[in-house]
């Protein structure tokens, strides 16, 4: 990796390599020497942009909320058929495997979230968005005549949500579910509450 020649680049890239300490060694305890060891710059010029991890910490929370967020409205396809977009956006709120650094890090930001207000907003905010990015999709599948809900938009936008957070913190956690089995049984309370069948392509 290309050492960033910018204080913008740097903070960065420092952000980046912050999430991979956090995957590794977790919130408490986190060292500037962690990040630098995920980075091409020392501990000391850690400690220069961030003298206050907890503020590098904040940054790495904003940054993986923005990019799971935009990375899921993009892989729904907006103007694919209801059906097919549904199933994508389910699709994107799975973690790929128990290495996926993204969920990791949203996992320890969550159980941190207890004790400090700013992350449990930032929570709040990721929760609030992504029920709003289903509900977008169920309303569109509903106007085109795919959909026939069982419950109302936000119930089912909120059952979605929670349905993709247990499985993935389950699946995170080490329980013997695979990705493709969270994937189905999503799918399969999707179309109960959809009445339509799902599919991805």
Not at 32 to 48: C, M, R
Not at 148 to 170: F, I, K, W
Request: hydrophobic share 45%.
């Amino acid at each position: 990796m290309a050492r960033p020649k910018n204080q913008a680049g740097r903070r960065a890239h420092l952000v980046q390599a912050a999430k991979h300490a956090i995957a590794e060694r977790g919130i408490n305890g986190l060292r500037a020497i962690d990040v630098a060891a995920h980075s091409e710059l020392g501990a000391g010029s850690v400690a220069y942009y961030y003298p206050d991890l907890g503020d590098l910490v904040r940054e790495v929370h904003e940054d993986a909320v923005s990019r799971f967020y935009w990375s899921r409205r993009e892989q729904g396809g907006a103007g694919a058929q209801p059906a097919i977009r549904l199933a994508r956006i389910i699709r994107s709120g799975i973690p790929n495997s128990r290495d996926d650094v993204d969920f990791q890090v949203l996992n320890e930001l969550h159980t941190h979230a207890y004790r400090d207000a700013f992350h449990a907003q930032l929570m709040a905010e990721m929760y609030r968005l992504e029920v709003s990015l289903y509900a977008t999709a169920l309303n569109e599948g509903v106007d085109a005549g795919a959909f026939t809900l069982a419950l109302p938009v936000d119930t089912t936008a909120s059952n979605l949500v929670a349905m993709e957070d247990a499985y993935g913190l389950h699946f995170m956690g080490g329980t013997p579910l695979g990705v493709e089995d969270i994937f189905r049984m999503i799918i399969a309370n999707a179309e109960v509450l959809t009445g339509c069948r799902l599919e991805e392509s």
